[in-house]
C-alpha cells in the first residue's frame, strides 16, 4: 500500500540538514535529478516581501480568475493543512497528487539531506507541470536571493511588498541589507512591481534593477493608491480606476491591493479583473473575523466578537494596530501565543495602545513556543496589563465572561493561528 501524504512529508521532514546553509546547490540538483519541472509551469509572477505576500497573491490570483485564467499558486507557511500551500485551479492539491509527486521527490533524493521546503516546492513545481494552468504564483519562503522559489529563469512578473526587520539570522540586520536579499528574485529584463518601502529598502532595489535592466513600476512614482471614502481610487500612467474597498480588512490591505492591481495592470488586464481582486481575495487569519465554531460560540455567548491574525513581527503588529483603530471603538483584549525566535517586546509595542490587556498562551505542539510566563512578562514591558491562560479555548471563556460585549483577538503567530483554525473547525 502506496505510503499517505502525511507519512511521506513526515518522513521527509527528517532529512533536515543540521545546518541551514542558504544556497540553491540542493534545489537545483533535485530539480536536475527530476527533469527539470520548473521549466514546464505556466509563466510564473513571483512575489517576495516581508508582509503582504500572502495577501498580495491572493487578490491577483481572484483577479486572474475573474478573467477566466486558469491559476496555480505556491504560497506558505499552511494554516490548517498542508495541501493549502499548492493550489491548484480545481482548489488545494488533492491526497493522492500530493502523495505521488512527493514520492517521486523522495525517491530521486534518495535520502540525502535537504530541508522540508525545498523538498515541497520541488514537489509544487512536479504538481504544476503537470496540471494545465495560464499563470503560476509563487510565493518567497524566506529572503528572495537564495529562496527555493528562486530557481525559475525567466518569470514573467515579480513584485515585492513592504519590506521590514524580520529573519536577521539569516538576511542581515539593516533595511539594505534584507532589501537586497529580497531583491534577488529580479531577473534580466523583467518587470517588477514594488509596493511601499523604506528609503533605504527602495534604494537597494533600485540598484539591483539597474545592474539588470529591470523595468520597475514603483508606488508613489509610477501608479498611486488611495482610500478616498468606501472607495478606492488606483491611478497609473494607463489612466485612473475607481473600485471598491478590500474584502480583506484593514488598512494596510490598500498597500496590497495597490501592488496586487499594479501586477494585473501590466499582465494587460482592466477594471473588471482590478475589481474582483478586491472584492473576491480570500486569505485566512488575517484579521479574520470569526463566526463559526467552539470558539466563536463561547465568545459570542456573552456579546464578544472573536478575530483572529497571525502576523508575528513589528510590521505585522502594526497592521494589526491600525485594523482595530479602524474598527468601532470597543474594549480589545488580545489572546496571544508566541514563538522563542521572534521579536516579541517589537511585536508586543504597537498593540499596547490599542489594546486593554493580553492573554498568554503556549502554542501546543510548537517546540519554540515562548512559555506563557515569558509572554506575559513581555506584554507587561511594553506596558500591556497580562495574565496567563493554559490555552485558548480557556482564554476565550474567561475573557468573554469577564468583559462582556468586547472584541477578542487570537493573535502572534500563524501556529498558532492554524491551530485555532483546525481545532474550531
Known amino acids: 500500500m502506496a505510503d499517505t501524504a502525511d507519512e511521506l512529508l513526515d518522513r521527509l521532514t527528517r532529512l533536515h540538514p543540521k545546518i541551514i546553509d542558504l544556497s540553491l546547490d540542493r534545489m537545483n540538483a533535485l530539480l536536475e535529478a527530476l527533469g527539470h519541472p520548473e521549466r514546464a509551469i505556466a509563466p510564473v509572477i513571483h512575489v517576495a516581501g516581508t508582509n503582504g505576500k500572502g495577501s498580495t497573491q491572493a487578490m491577483i490570483r481572484a483577479g486572474l480568475e475573474s478573467a477566466g485564467l486558469r491559476v496555480n ?32 521527490v523522495e525517491e530521486v533524493n ?72 529580497k531583491a534577488g528574485i529580479l531577473k ?69 491591493a495597490g501592488t496586487a492591481i499594479a501586477a494585473l495592470r501590466e499582465l494587460g488586464l482592466g477594471q473588471d479583473e482590478a475589481a474582483a481582486a478586491m ?35 513589528p510590521a505585522g503588529a502594526e497592521a494589526v494596530a491600525a485594523t482595530l483603530a479602524a474598527l468601532p471603538r470597543k474594549p480589545t483584549h488580545l489572546i496571544c501565543g508566541m514563538l522563542n525566535t521572534k521579536d516579541v517586546l517589537g511585536y508586543m509595542r504597537p498593540l499596547a495602545a490599542e489594546a486593554e490587556s493580553l492573554t498568554a498562551i503556549p502554542i501546543p505542539g510548537e517546540p519554540n513556543t515562548l512559555p506563557a510566563a515569558e509572554t506575559a512578562a513581555v506584554a507587561a514591558e511594553a506596558g500591556l496589563p497580562a495574565t496567563t491562560a493554559s490555552d485558548v479555548q480557556a482564554a476565550v471563556e474567561e475573557l468573554a465572561a469577564a468583559h462582556p460585549g468586547a472584541r477578542l483577538l487570537i493573535c502572534g503567530s500563524l501556529y498558532l493561528a492554524g491551530r485555532v483554525l483546525r481545532e474550531n473547525g
Open 73 to 104: 499558486a505556491y504560497t506558505s507557511p499552511h494554516l490548517a493543512r498542508f495541501n493549502e500551500r499548492i493550489r491548484l485551479p480545481t482548489g488545494d492539491i488533492p491526497d493522492d497528487l500530493l502523495a505521488e509527486t512527493l514520492a517521486e
Open 110 to 181: 534518495a535520502g540525502c539531506p535537504i530541508t522540508f521546503f525545498e523538498v515541497t516546492t520541488a514537489a509544487a513545481f512536479l504538481a504544476f507541470s503537470r496540471v494545465q494552468a495560464d499563470y503560476t504564483l509563487l510565493e518567497v519562503g524566506l529572503g528572495g536571493r537564495l529562496d527555493a522559489t528562486n530557481v525559475i529563469k525567466k518569470p514573467r512578473l515579480t513584485a515585492i511588498t513592504p519590506i521590514s526587520i524580520d529573519h536577521t539570522q539569516y538576511l542581515g540586520d539593516t533595511m539594505a541589507q534584507i532589501a537586497r536579499e
Open 188 to 256: 534580466r529584463g523583467v518587470p517588477c512591481i514594488v509596493g511601499r518601502q523604506h528609503d533605504e529598502a527602495l534604494a537597494a532595489i533600485e540598484a539591483r534593477a539597474g545592474l539588470l535592466g529591470c523595468p520597475l513600476s514603483v508606488r508613489g512614482q509610477h501608479w498611486m493608491i488611495t482610500r478616498e471614502g468606501d472607495a478606492l481610487v488606483f491611478q497609473d500612467e494607463r489612466g485612473l480606476l475607481d473600485l471598491p474597498l478590500p474584502c480583506l480588512p484593514g488598512p494596510h490591505q490598500i498597500d496590497n
Open 279 to 313: 472584492t473576491r481575495a480570500a486569505w485566512p487569519a488575517r484579521m479574520q473575523r470569526m463566526t463559526h465554531g467552539p470558539l466563536a460560540m463561547a465568545a459570542e455567548r456573552h456579546g464578544c466578537e472573536l478575530w483572529l491574525d497571525g502576523g508575528h513581527n
